[in-house]
């Protein structure tokens, strides 16, 4: 009986902790998605009064910051530990976002949220390693890919948030400051629950933590066998650490290099998707093809919910499901659906209302898949391929390759809608989702992965 008791105690830290850093997903997913329906305030004139181009910009700074915040953040993870990088991301999310709201000017806005970014980027890698390397090996899938809902719910949270300010305060221009305003209370409470959480084990060892390592491995549940493998997995990486791996002899090695690119090309699979030109731009998008400003921030709204009821169905089914062919599955529903909306904008078969609705459904579909499917089994992947001595660098270079990838898409964006229209911006991503389908197949192979995971370890 009290053996049954313990088990519960520990069952229920390990949620309560993974629930914490998940927050960092849900400010990942508020922060990258309140843009949608603030853009289109902020840039009337009596406010910041931008342009296409500098909306591109305004758009994009965050995502340049997260390429540098997932770059340094390996670093940091490795420097001072999981816990305290969290901790500092909180602090520079609750800064940043105090900043953006008070912005004054379009270059003020732009620094604030570049420096956003920077918080964004780190949260985006550090989450779901941190998750990963708290949980033992039956709940692993299952609270990395919290991080994934807690990404959609902060998403929908966003839209919401818009929808109703931005339709209750419609004719109140400066509402767009409330809108980016709000995310400062969760991440001060992410800030203020990170000290009840423990530092990651993992890390622990390989930093001669042994004692507080075991404490907390048995105090989140960790079966005896599983600590007994992860202390002789450490005593051979410490053993090994003097052989310093630097870059060159990561090219050197041909299942180091395989790993890598590997990690390199499920971070370009999660983007060329064109998720993030609806995430970003849904309600400028919407508005193009005829629907009223507070229409579109409600129909924003029904994608959000689509989108985080996907993927608390796709994140159970992919963990008892091959990885790469739930990858495969999502990409070819990616391509369907936006193939469809190109023929539909094409085609012109309905008339505006219908088309609104038609749009609408299929754009709900696409990210049921892309959110559902793609999106948390490719941040599962990443969590996974890498060896433990390398997990928070290869991690960091792939997901900066994901905020990369997202830069370039949100800062042409705008100007490809002006310069080719929605249906050709449309056809253009279904093409890029085929070819990632493609990529998925013939380069990404589950054996080979294994093959080389274990030469490295």
Known sequence: MLEHKRIGIEDSFLRYASSVIALGGFLFGYDTGVINGALSFLSQPSQLDLNSAQQGIVSSSLIIGCCFGALLSGRLA?????????????????????????SITSNMLIIFRTILGLSVGCASDLAPMYLAEISPSEWRSQNVNKNAIAIVIGQLASFTVNAVLGNVWENWAPIWRVMMGVAALPAFL???????????????????????????????????????????????????????????????????????????????????????????????????????????????????????????????????????RMLGIGLLGNSVFLGLLTAVLHLGLFSRTNTNMVVLI??????????????????????????????ARFMAVS???????????????????????????????????????????????????????????
């Not at 450490?234 to 790993?259: C, G, P, Q, R, W």
């Not at 169905?313 to 990885?323: E, Q, Y």
């Not at 299929?362 to 390398?390: C, D, K, R, Y």
Request: net charge positive.
């Open 399 to 457: 997901t900066t390759v994901i905020w990369l990838t997202n830069f370039v898409i949100s800062l042409v964006c705008p100007i490809l809608l002006g310069s080719f229209g929605t249906a050709n911006v449309f056809l253009m991503f279904t093409v890029s989702n085929v070819l990632c389908i493609s990529l998925t197949f013939f380069f990404i192979n589950p054996r080979a992965l294994k093959d080389a995971f274990k030469q490295v370890k």
């Open 190 to 324: 992410l800030w203020l629950l990170s000290f009840d959480l423990p530092q990651s084990p993992k890390w622990q060892l390989l930093n001669n933590s042994l004692a507080q390592a075991k404490k907390n491995f048995s105090k989140l549940g960790f079966p005896k066998i599983d600590i007994q493998k992860n202390l002789v997995r450490a005593k051979k990486i410490v053993e090994t650490k003097k052989d310093k791996m630097d870059v060159k002899k990561i090219f050197s090695n041909k299942h180091l290099t395989y790993l890598l690119a590997a990690g390199v090309s499920i971070g370009l699979i999660q983007q060329l998707s064109g998720v993030n030109a609806v995430m970003y731009y849904g309600t400028i998008l919407l508005e193009k093809i005829g629907m009223s400003r507070g229409m579109s921030l409600y129909s924003n709204i029904l994608v959000g919910v689509i989108s985080t009821v996907a993927t608390l169905l796709g994140t159970r089914l992919i963990v008892n499901h091959n990885h790469r």
């Open 78 to 102: 490795d420097r001072i530990g999981r816990k305290a990088s969290l901790q500092w991301v909180a602090i520079v999310f609750t800064i940043a976002t105090i900043g953006c709201s008070f």
């Open 362 to 391: 299929l754009l709900a579909l696409f990210l049921a898949t892309q959110q559902g499917i793609v999106s948390p089994v490719t941040w599962l992947m990443l969590s996974e391929i890498f060896p433990q001595q390398l997990k």
